[in-house]
């Protein structure tokens, strides 16, 4: 996945939540992305802004969002959260500040940086970021199955020469075949085979088959 088609997730979603630490604390706030090119993902804020000085010391931000809505429809049969199928995308990464006359110079070629320009001219203290260097992920779900047959489709990605780990749960050569593993997930994430696998772009990580397992086969996933 390019940084072309991670940004057009991004805009489909609109504002989405911005992470930072501070004096080990986390502090998020809502904005938004206005642009993107070969080198990155751009946001801005203001030098007087507790969020500013957040990012110059710490040089690294973390991003989320939902679409098509964070709304609730109600419960199902079975007394589940019903959501819309959609998506939610998360992304952590390392962040540089760019100079006026960077800003000015990438504006001569895109246009989505006119909106900067016009806020660093109305308001001084305007300052963009790049998301430079970054990882990431579409959790794409369907769980009432309305499109497909299965919950999941995770995809995982990156760019600026970071890395990241695949995700679910992992199925070592301590399995001994037994199925116990298969019969509880309900994400059809698990298929069978000597050893049992798990396909990882569509396992929840709900841990079902990790307590199922009665010789310790599976492994718990790595973080991002």
């Known amino acids: 996945m390019n940084i072309k088609e991670i940004y057009e997730y991004i805009d489909k979603i609109g504002c989405v939540s911005f992470s930072t630490i501070d004096d080990g604390y986390v502090q998020s706030r809502i904005a938004h992305f206005f642009a993107f090119d070969d080198e990155g993902l751009y946001f801005r804020t203001m030098t007087v802004k507790p969020f500013y000085h957040q990012l110059k ?119 001994i075949g037994c199925g116990k593993c298969y019969k509880v997930c309900t994400f059809k994430a698990v298929e069978k085979g000597v050893p049992y696998k798990i396909n990882g772009e569509r396992c929840d990580e709900c841990g079902s088959c990790y307590l199922a397992c009665p010789v310790g086969a599976i492994e718990k996933p790595l973080t991002l």
């Open 57 to 175: 010391k710490t040089g690294n931000v973390t991003v989320c969002g939902m679409y098509p809505s964070t709304q609730l429809l109600g419960h199902n049969d079975e007394g589940s959260p019903n959501f819309t199928a959609g998506y939610t995308l998360r992304i952590t990464g390392d962040i540089k500040e760019l100079t006026t006359e960077e800003v000015t110079l990438k504006g001569k070629t895109n246009p989505d940086f006119k909106t900067a320009i016009y806020d660093i001219n109305k308001y001084p203290a305007t300052r963009c970021f790049c998301i430079y260097k970054a990882k990431g992920e579409i959790f794409d779900y369907d769980f009432e199955l309305e499109k497909r047959d299965h919950k999941l489709l995770r995809t995982r990605f990156s760019f600026g020469g970071m890395t990241y780990n695949n995700a679910g749960c992992t199925i070592t050569d301590k399995c």
